[in-house]
T-cell receptor
Framework: AQSVSQHNHHVILSEAASLELGCNYS??????LFWYVQYPGQHLQLLLK??????LVKGIKGFEAEFIKSKFSFNLRKPSVQWSDTAEYFC????????????FGGGTRLMVKP | NAGVTQTPKFQVLKTGQSMTLQCAQD?????MSWYRQDPGMGLRLIHY???????DQGEVPNGYNVSRSTTEDFPLRLLSAAPSQTSVYFC???????????????FGAGSRLTVL
């Protein structure tokens, strides 16, 4: 069965610090990878996705992620975080090869101090 | 264009009560799904639907029922609420890619349920 693990449950950074959130997956089908973000009091929204092609994917708000097949990883990065990046971040893969439903990691709660 | 609308936003139930969480989308999406979000566990799939009249179980279906009589609506029913069902529930929808492959989900704002 597909699974996703996120290594960091809580991360606290100061503004302008660099961010890297780990995500490892176990997935037997066509690799499709997602990062979703949930800002305080809001619903989940897509940050970025990888379906194929260039393994370095750029998303909204300056985020990027790199798909490393040999490491089964899809880590999320941002060179310089802002206070407004305070949110919970979820890595996800298709659930049971059904691309329109997802299996999520446990989430990483990021707090950025001004 | 409202996207995915969930009601109610908040609900408190007593153990054993039943209730329905409503979910409606106006994007003509074929796929709809329900998730529950619990601290440290991410979101877990409860039930899903690939089109009107077709539903199936996800990862944690026990204690929940769904139906899909129209493309727009996908209600989630709690038959006899238990404290373990205290959670935040999210409904999501997406359109078919036409071939096997993944797609982006549009989520509702969530419904926070407390079972006493």
């Amino acid at each position: 069965a597909q699974s996703v693990s996120q290594h960091n449950h809580h991360v606290i950074l100061s503004e302008a610090a660099s961010l890297e959130l780990g995500c490892n997956y176990s997935y037997g089908g066509t690799v499709n990878l997602f990062w979703y973000v949930q800002y305080p009091g809001q619903h989940l929204q897509l940050l970025l996705k990888y379906f194929s092609g260039d393994p370095l994917v750029k998303g909204i708000k300056g985020f990027e992620a790199e798909f490393i097949k040999s490491k089964f990883s899809f880590n999320l990065r941002k060179p310089s975080v802002q206070w407004s990046d305070t949110a919970e971040y979820f890595c996800a893969v298709p659930w049971n090869n059904a691309g329109n439903m997802l299996t999520f990691g446990g989430g990483t709660r990021l707090m950025v101090k001004p | 264009n409202a996207g995915v609308t969930q009601t109610p936003k908040f609900q408190v139930l007593k153990t054993g009560q039943s209730m329905t969480l409503q979910c409606a989308q106006d994007m003509n999406h074929e796929y709809m799904s329900w998730y529950r979000q619990d601290p440290g566990m991410g979101l877990r799939l409860i039930h899903y639907s690939v089109g009107a009249g077709i539903t199936d179980q996800g990862e944690v279906p026990n204690g929940y029922n769904v139906s899909r009589s129209t493309t727009e609506d996908f209600p989630l029913r709690l038959l006899s609420a238990a404290p373990s069902q205290t959670s935040v529930y999210f409904c999501a929808s997406s359109y078919s890619t036409g071939i096997s492959g993944a797609n982006v989900l549009t989520f509702g704002a969530g419904s926070r349920l407390t079972v006493l």
